[in-house]
């Protein structure tokens, strides 16, 4: 009986630097899908961009979410007049606007258009000074003429997009 408990601790000593190790390993894969993983990203704990054209964000807490990779980013700083971002069919997945200097009350209006005509299709204002916003716009909004924003304030705006 002593051989076979000294036998089994043994096995079990082992085995166990096996699962330290397994445990203690980077796990970051481009298999599954050709996934990128980086860690620390953004505040996220791990962030993967899948081949299917999707990008996956599991935060501290370990919730996890999916969301579209937008390709393309447009930006300007010329909003006083306005600027067409954006020539030709889109779909927006994020809009940040502010930065420094801007006035607080400021307010930046997005149109469906190739010029500051019609409705807006957002109204972003910015309450404090120098503030910043910055909206995602789950499964992305359609502008089937293009992106044509306009300020009354100084001030910085960029735009994820996919066509």
Known sequence: MRKLFILCLLVSLALVPTMAWADATNTTTRNARTATLDYASGGAVAISDLGSGY???????????????????AQSTALFGGVALVSSACRVATITYGGNPIAAGSTLLIYDAASATGTPVFDISVGTANDTKHLVIPGGATFSTGVFAQSDDAGHITITYDN
């Not at 990008?55 to 393309?72: C, N, R």
């Open 55 to 73: 990008t996956q964000q599991i935060d501290s807490a370990g919730a996890a979410s999916v969301m579209e990779y937008p390709k393309t980013i």
